[in-house]
C-alpha cells in the first residue's frame, strides 16, 4: 500500500536559516515524488516533482529510494516561505496520496 | 486558462440533511480528483475519474458519498446524509493525465452542525 509520513507538524526557523522538510514514503516499485504547498489563502499547488530535478523558490527535493524519502531543503528561508508543506505519491496508475503536511513557520 | 473551478465555496448544513458540490475541472484534463480534507489532515482521495469512468473509489463511504461524471467535464460529489465527521474542505483536482501534475480548485468548506 502506498504511504506517506511527514514527522514534522510543524517547523518553526529563522529568516536566513536552513530548512530541511523531511518525507518517508512506502511503495513497493518506482513512484513519482511531489512536493505540493498552500500559501496562506491560496490553492494547493505544485512546488516540484523529483522527475523534473530542478530547484524551484531556491527549494529542491532529492528522492533517495534506499531511504525511501523525498526530503525538502533550502539553504535560506525567506519569510514568504512560510505556508503548509505536503509530499505527495503517485504510484503510476494507482491514486495520488498526500502525506499529512508540515508548517513551516519562518520567523523575521 | 482558467483554474479548476469549485463551488460552493462554504456550505452549512445540519447533520442527515443532503449536500451537494460541483467542479469544472481545467479544459482537457481527463483525469479529476475529488479529496477530503479535515482540519489538520492531507487531503485523502475520495475519488478518481478518467474521463466518465471511475478509476478508484476504494475510499469513498458508499453508504452515504455518490459521485458523477456523466459528460467527461464536470462532476458533482453529493453527500446523503451528511454527518458530523463530514465537517471538512472537499478539493476537486484535475490533470492532463493520471501520472501528471494535479490542478486544484479553492476548495468547498462543509460544516455539519
Known amino acids: 500500500a502506498q504511504r506517506v509520513t511527514q514527522p514534522e507538524k510543524l517547523l518553526s526557523v529563522f529568516k536566513g536559516a536552513p530548512v530541511e522538510l523531511k518525507c518517508n514514503y512506502s511503495?513497493?516499485?518506482?513512484?513519482?515524488l511531489f512536493w505540493y504547498v498552500q500559501y496562506s489563502r491560496q490553492r494547493l499547488q505544485l512546488l516540484l516533482r523529483?522527475?523534473s530535478r530542478e530547484s524551484i523558490k531556491g527549494f529542491t527535493a532529492d528522492l533517495n529510494k534506499g531511504e525511501t524519502s523525498f526530503h525538502l531543503k533550502k539553504p535560506f528561508a525567506q519569510e514568504e516561505d512560510s505556508a503548509m508543506y505536503y509530499c505527495?505519491?503517485?504510484?503510476?496508475?494507482?491514486?495520488?496520496?498526500f502525506g499529512p503536511g508540515t508548517r513551516l513557520s519562518v520567523l523575521p | 486558462e482558467a483554474g479548476v473551478a469549485q463551488s460552493p465555496r462554504y456550505k452549512i448544513i445540519e447533520k442527515r440533511q443532503s449536500v451537494a458540490f460541483w467542479c469544472n475541472p481545467i479544459?482537457?484534463?481527463?483525469?479529476l480528483y475529488w479529496y477530503q480534507q479535515i482540519l489538520g489532515q492531507g487531503p485523502k482521495l475520495l475519488i478518481q475519474?478518467?474521463?466518465?469512468?471511475?478509476?478508484?473509489d476504494s475510499q469513498l463511504p458508499k453508504d452515504r458519498f455518490s459521485a458523477e461524471r456523466l459528460k467527461g467535464v464536470d462532476s458533482t460529489l453529493k453527500i446523503q446524509p451528511a454527518k458530523l465527521e463530514d465537517s471538512a474542505v472537499y478539493l476537486c483536482?484535475?490533470?492532463?493525465?493520471?501520472?501528471?501534475?494535479?490542478?486544484f480548485g479553492e476548495g468547498s468548506r462543509l460544516t455539519v452542525l
Open positions: 479544459s482537457g484534463h481527463a483525469t
Open positions: 511503495y513497493s516499485g518506482s513512484p513519482e
Open positions: 505527495a505519491l503517485n504510484g503510476y496508475g494507482q491514486n495520488f496520496v
Open positions: 475519474f478518467q474521463n466518465n469512468g471511475v478509476v478508484d
Open positions: 483536482a484535475s490533470s492532463y493525465r493520471n501520472t501528471g501534475e494535479l490542478f
Open positions: 523529483h522527475i
